[in-house]
């Protein structure tokens, strides 16, 4: 009984194994329950599997993040943290990834008061290179370290989004390589900026040109005003939304060209037929939940597609909790409400880029076209739909 019992599980073995090593079919459709790192290791079992998993890699477009919030148990952040787990089993290759941390923890700024001393810097080498080691080799990563984080929990589109003015939080979003969507990282410093550069890095005379998030840091320093304008006057021009904020520090793509401490802006141009952005200006006379919610509304005109769809939310540090009589995630709440299925991501800044501008096929909405970019107690809400 034994001896045909070994034999029928040979045999059943055989069958399998002939299966996996020549049924495309069924290799691929297995694949497709597999996350993409141990899909990238599969593929150099045989030339079948390789093929097999690039199919596979191609069809897994959907947008993914990760977020994070309270204390690290470790000593680099709580994202970084969270991301060494979760990115094993994410479904997707991407690209490009925007991450955001609040500044206070990444840069050992945070002060605890019950144990009167400051916490332990986590904006090291090591903490940056271990971020970057996460993600495959030749994705583009830009890391920015701001006063306030507004982030979706992993794991739904739908779940509420929350804003973290205090506290450790932050988030990563992974982009894939999508078809009819370019996303270019761009980095400018005063040595750096120039007609060529901006040209160059698709930011002017690129009708395909659709979305413009940028974020620019140290701009306090003396020279900072002037930068920005620099920046802001060629792209107001342009029929491309443009959205952003000030921000505190950037660390990383590296910035070789500029000197410890000066000022400089990173963004990512997202060109494309199938790119579409919307964004509208809650400005300082918006101070109520119903007043918010009713400017988030407004959004509603773009008709932008859920699918592939991200929320951002880029407001002053001067709003949040007491700008609204200390009720707590006023416009966060507000966004869910109008967009129970997009998720919402962002930050709280030193200052606000952007205005009321819907981006749709071949035409741009604006409020006025001399509307300034450049914002002080407000928030820009956007729209960013990626085909």
């Not at 918010?292 to 959004?299: C, N, P, T, V, Y």
């Not at 949040?320 to 129970?340: L, S, T, W």
Request: proline content about 6%; some cysteine.
């Amino acid at each position: 009984m034994s001896e045909n019992q070994d034999f029928i599980d040979f045999v059943q073995d055989s069958k399998a194994s002939y299966v996996l090593s020549n049924v495309a079919e069924v290799v691929e459709r297995i694949l497709t329950f597999v996350p993409t790192k141990s899909l990238l290791r599969i593929a150099s079992v045989c030339r079948l599997w390789r093929n097999c998993a690039r199919r596979v890699l191609r069809t897994q477009q959907q947008l993914s993040w990760v977020s994070a919030c309270g204390p690290s148990p470790t000593e680099v952040h709580a994202l970084c943290s969270v991301l060494a787990e979760e990115v094993e089993n994410v479904f997707l290759l991407p690209k490009t990834v925007l991450a955001m941390v609040d500044c206070e923890a990444f840069n050992g700024q945070a002060y605890c008061y019950r144990q009167n001393k400051a916490k332990k810097s986590r904006h090291s080498p090591d903490s940056v290179e271990e971020l970057t080691m996460l993600f495959p080799k030749g994705c583009d990563i830009m890391g920015i370290a701001t006063p306030g984080i507004v982030l979706t929990p992993s794991g739904s589109c739908s779940s509420p989004p929350q804003e973290y003015q205090e506290g450790e939080a932050g988030f990563a979003i992974m982009f894939p390589n999508t078809e009819g969507v370019h996303i270019k990282p761009f980095h400018f410093c005063k040595k750096t900026i120039s007609p060529t550069a901006l040209k160059e890095a698709g930011l002017v005379d690129n009708p395909e040109l659709r979305v413009i998030m940028l974020f620019v840091y140290e701009a306090y320093k003396s020279g900072g005003a002037h930068f920005l304008n620099q920046i802001l006057g060629p792209l107001g021009k342009s029929k491309a939304l443009i959205a952003g904020g000030i921000v505190e520090s950037v660390f990383t793509p590296p910035r070789h060209c500029c000197s410890q401490g000066s000022y400089g802006v990173v963004g990512l141009a997202l060109s494309g037929p199938k790119v579409q952005g919307a964004s509208v200006l809650l400005d300082q006379d918006i101070s109520t939940p119903k007043a918010a919610e009713a400017a988030i509304r407004r959004l509603k005109a773009a008709k932008i597609p859920e699918k592939n769809t991200l929320g951002f939310m880029f407001a002053c540090v001067g709003r949040g909790q007491n700008y609204y009589n200390n009720q707590a995630n006023v416009e966060a709440d507000a966004f869910h409400k109008v967009f129970p299925s997009t998720p919402l991501f962002g930050l709280f800044g030193n200052g606000e880029i952007g205005c009321d501008r819907i981006i749709k096929d071949d035409y741009t909405l604006c409020d006025t076209e001399t509307d300034s970019l450049q914002h002080e107690y407000t928030t820009v809400m956007t729209l960013v739909h990626l085909g």
